[in-house]
């Protein structure tokens, strides 16, 4: 029980929400904590998994919350030109990804495309995304902001195209806080996960682990 208690405290670091979100959590925590640490780890999971989903370099990927641009920083100079979209709420952290992460002659040269919104406006971006993906935003946002992710997503990605999202799971229905947190837990179930898709003319397919360090699983949504 005592060990139960330790891995779930590892986890989720129960203590986060005391951070401050935005600049000032920036400024506080640094880019990469912020974003949740495991810089190299997480980032090159992501790039990797979308490799091994059928990720090419001619595809158009789409980073949900891209943040500091912990997948960027892979994927960027892998993908064409302009292939890489990105849209992110906090310009603090694109802002340093793009100047302290990122190679400034590869960034003249792969030319990402990133919106900074928080209100999921993916019509900003002028191309259609093959393959999207939001590690680690659904555990930080209420359902009906989930809901209005999926229902604007759906137009912007290209037909056939699919979308991982990553999420802490539960096995029944917790009740999460009403408002986003950055640094706050919010869990679903697989059911709830799954329903996401569904209602916004996706079809949904679970997954599961996928050796993620903090123990969030991963869904397929892919548009019909
Ligand atoms: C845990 S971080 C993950 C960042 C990135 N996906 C990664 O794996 O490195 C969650 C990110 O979601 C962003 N975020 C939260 N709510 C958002 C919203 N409504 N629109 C866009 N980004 C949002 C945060 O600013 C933060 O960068």
């Keep these: 029980m005592k060990y139960y208690f330790v891995k ?32 190299d780890e997480i980032g090159a999971l992501q790039f990797d ?63 990402p495309q990133i919106v900074i919104s928080d209100a999921f406006e993916f019509s900003k971006l002028e ?27 759906h137009p912007t990605m290209a037909e056939g195209g699919i979308f991982y999202a990553t999420y802490f799971e539960v096995d029944s229905v917790r009740k999460n806080p009403d408002k986003p947190h950055d640094h706050g837990y919010f869990a679903y179930t697989r059911s709830e996960m799954l329903t996401f898709g569904e209602n916004n003319d996706f079809v949904s397919r679970y997954i599961g682990d996928w050796n993620h360090p903090r123990g969030q699983v991963v869904v397929e949504y892919r548009k019909v």
């Design 8 to 39: 779930l405290a590892r986890m989720i670091n129960p203590f986060a929400f005391l951070n401050p979100e935005g600049d000032e959590g920036i400024r506080v925590m640094g880019h990469r904590e912020y974003i949740g640490g495991h810089w």
């Design 49 to 111: 998994f979308l490799k091994s989903k059928g990720l090419q370099p001619q595809n158009y990927l789409l980073d949900i919350a891209c943040g500091s641009l912990r997948l960027g920083v892979k994927a960027i100079p892998y993908l064409e030109p302009g292939h890489y979209l990105g849209i992110e709420k906090e310009s603090g952290l694109v802002e340093a990804g793009l100047n302290e992460e990122l190679d400034h002659d590869l960034r003249e040269m792969k030319l």
């Design 127 to 153: 191309q259609r995304a093959d393959f999207a993906i939001a590690q680690s935003l659904f555990s930080h946002l209420p359902p009906d902001m989930i809901n209005n992710c999926f229902r604007k997503l």
